[in-house]
C-alpha cells in the first residue's frame, strides 16, 4: 500500500500538501472520516475516478460521493437548492448528513455513472484532516476504504489494496465507532430520508417538516 503518514504526529499543513500533491497528481489516497477510511481522489480526474470505483469494486454505473469543504462549494456542483436543502445544510453541515441532489449540468466529471443518474450524493465532513484537505482541494470524490460488501474499515490494517494502489495513506489510529451518515434524497418536491443513520427522521423533520422516510 501507500506510503504511511501519522496524523497525531507532525504539521497538519504539511499532511495536507502531501495529500494535494498526490490529488493533483492523479492518485488516489486514503484518509479517516469521522467513523471509516475512506479512498479519495479528485472528483474531476475520470481516470482516477475510475481506478478508485475499480478499487473498491464498485458495480459500473455506481456514482462515488462527492465531499466538499462547505455548502458555498456544494452550491457550485449543485444546480437546485430549495429553502430545506439550505436549512438542511445549514443545520447538519458538517457532518453525517449526505445529500442526493441534482448536480450542475456540464460538469467536467464522471463519478461513475456516466452523468447517466442526475444525482451526486454530496457531504461537508467533520473529519478534521478531511476538512482541512476540502479547504484547498476542491470537490473529493470519495468511496469506503474496503471492497463493496465488506465491513467499514476502521484501521488502515482492514484495507487490502496493492502497494502500488494509493500514493498515501493517511493515519488517524483506530477510529471509534459511530453511526453511518443519514441519506437524503432533496428537490422541488421535497425532502424524502432514503437513510436513517447518525440523524433522525424527527431531526430532519424539525428543519424540513414535510420530509417522509421512503
Not at 495529500?19 to 484518509?31: P, T, V
Not at 430545506?84 to 455513472?113: H, Y
Not at 495513506?169 to 432533496?186: D, I, P, Y
Request: hydrophobic share 45%; proline share 5%.
Amino acid at each position: 500500500m501507500g506510503k504511511e503518514v501519522d496524523l497525531k504526529k507532525g504539521e497538519l499543513s504539511r499532511h495536507v500538501n502531501k495529500a494535494l500533491k498526490a490529488i493533483s497528481d492523479g492518485y488516489i489516497i486514503a484518509i479517516p472520516l469521522e467513523h471509516t477510511y475512506a479512498f479519495a481522489c479528485d472528483a474531476f480526474k475520470h481516470d482516477s475516478v475510475r481506478a478508485m470505483n475499480v478499487l473498491h469494486g464498485s458495480p459500473l454505473f455506481t456514482s462515488a460521493q462527492v465531499l466538499v469543504g462547505s455548502s458555498k462549494t456544494a452550491q457550485g456542483v449543485v444546480r437546485e437548492i430549495t429553502p430545506d436543502i439550505s436549512a438542511l445544510m445549514k443545520k447538519f453541515w458538517p457532518g453525517l448528513l449526505s445529500l442526493n441532489l441534482k448536480p450542475q449540468l456540464g460538469l467536467s466529471w464522471d463519478l461513475g455513472d456516466a452523468n447517466q443518474l442526475d444525482r451526486i450524493s454530496i457531504r461537508v465532513p467533520k473529519s478534521k484532516f478531511a476538512k482541512a484537505l476540502l479547504a484547498k482541494s476542491g470537490p473529493l470524490a470519495v468511496t469506503s476504504g474496503s471492497r463493496i460488501g465488506m465491513p467499514a474499515p476502521k484501521e488502515l490494517s482492514d484495507i487490502f489494496v496493492l502497494h502500488s494502489d494509493l500514493a498515501f495513506q493517511f493515519n488517524s489510529g483506530k477510529l471509534r465507532q459511530g453511526a453511518s451518515t443519514t441519506v437524503v434524497e432533496a428537490d422541488a418536491e421535497g425532502v424524502r430520508v432514503l437513510r436513517e443513520g447518525a440523524i433522525s427522521l424527527a431531526e430532519i423533520q424539525s428543519i424540513s417538516p414535510s420530509a417522509r422516510l421512503i
